[in-house]
């Protein structure tokens, strides 16, 4: 596992942006063989959406090969809905770069047939020879995507019932109302998130502090689905001082110098 700890949010996001626009550049990809990017919702990736429209519009980035998959949406909201994770993705990323609208993958939380559309999703993934990199956020009590404590650490794409702690953290999407927030949605797994070649976990804030030390300092645990990222061949979390706050000093000091001799080229 690589742990990249920065100042703030804004270096966070800024670390995660060039990083996900680098290895679209260094794949070429074509459209016989487009580069697969997992891609979340929420307020953590906000600013890496940023960073990655304004390379784009600077002529640094195109999208033109880029095949994205959502992580997850909620059941009984449609595309137009504003809360809806498919509305948010276009709001904040699709509506300004160059992707092509058929290489866009969103579930869909109005269909009547859910176990039809998780395996299409599935196998959509598979067609495309896998996910390159699958970039999310991690949530309070550990989860990635919608993968609660208690999820198997090789679940696939299904129906997921929300805990109460992820519904209070998403109600200030709802006004802060809890009872307007679905308790139910479609969400990637985390066997399907961990098949990707590469994982990036963005975190930032005390709120994490928790999930950031049970995510690198506890055991593989499906109590805490971010935790399965420690089997990953290619991993990574990029995380803020904050949300470091609870690792060990010697944690911290580790990974700094790890990354410090990288830059060195040692």
Known sequence: MRVIIQKDYDKCAKWAANYIANKIKVARPTAAKPFVLGLPTGSTPMGVYKELVNMFKSGKL???HVVTFSMDEYIGLDLDHPQSY???MFENLYNHIDIKKENINI??????????ECATYESKMRHYGGVNLFFGGIGTDGHIAFNEPGSSLTSRTRVKTLTQETREDNSRFFGNNINKVPKTVLTVGVGTIMDAEEVLIMASGASKAQAIHDTIEEGVNHMCAASAL???QHGIIVCDDAACSKLLPKTVDYFKQIENLKFEGV
């Open 62 to 64: 195109s999208f033109q």
């Open 230 to 232: 420690q089997m990953h």
């Open 86 to 88: 498919a509305h948010f």
């Open 107 to 116: 579930l869909n939380g109005m269909t009547k047939d859910y176990a039809k």
